[in-house]
Nanobody, 123 residues
Framework: QVQLVESGGGLVQTGGSLRLSCAASGRTFSNYAMGWFRQAPGKGREFVASISRGGGLTGSADSVKGRFTISRDNVKNTVYLQMNSLKPEDTAVYYC????????????????WGQGTQVTVSS
C-alpha cells in the first residue's frame, strides 16, 4: 500500500501561484511514477501532469502547459505541482496518484490516490 497526502491548496486570485505537495509513505516511492489529476464541480477527473520514477520525464495537459510544473524529490518522498498564472478554470480538487506503469505518451494507470486538496481561483 502507498499512502498519499496532498497539501498546499487554497484560495488565490487570478494570475496568482500555488505549490501543491503530495507526501508518500508505505512502499518505495521511487518505484512509482506520479501524477496530478483534478476534478472540477460537475465534471470528470482529468489528467494534469505526470513524472517518471526518476524524474527525468514529465508530461502535462495542454490546458496547463507553460503554467504548471511537476517535480519530485525521491529523498523526501514528495511530488510537487507548481502552479503559476492561475485561472478561474483551474478551480478544482487536485489529487495526486501513484502508478507502477508510465507509458510513452506520459500517461499512467494510477493504483493509489490521495484524498485531494481544493484549489479555488477567484476572478
Amino acid at each position: 500500500q502507498v499512502q498519499l497526502v496532498e497539501s498546499g491548496g487554497g484560495l488565490v486570485q487570478t494570475g496568482g501561484s500555488l505549490r501543491l505537495s503530495c507526501a508518500a509513505s508505505g512502499r518505495t516511492f521511487s518505484n512509482y511514477a506520479m501524477g496530478w489529476f483534478r476534478q472540477a464541480p460537475g465534471k470528470g477527473r482529468e489528467f494534469v501532469a505526470s513524472i517518471s520514477r526518476g524524474g527525468g520525464l514529465t508530461g502535462s495537459a495542454d490546458s496547463v502547459k507553460g503554467r504548471f510544473t511537476i517535480s519530485r524529490d525521491n529523498v523526501k518522498n514528495t511530488v510537487y505541482l507548481q502552479m503559476n498564472s492561475l485561472k478561474p478554470e483551474d478551480t478544482a480538487v487536485y489529487y495526486c496518484a501513484a502508478s507502477t506503469q508510465y507509458y510513452n505518451d506520459r500517461s499512467l494507470s494510477p493504483e493509489y490516490w490521495g484524498q485531494g486538496t481544493q484549489v479555488t481561483v477567484s476572478s
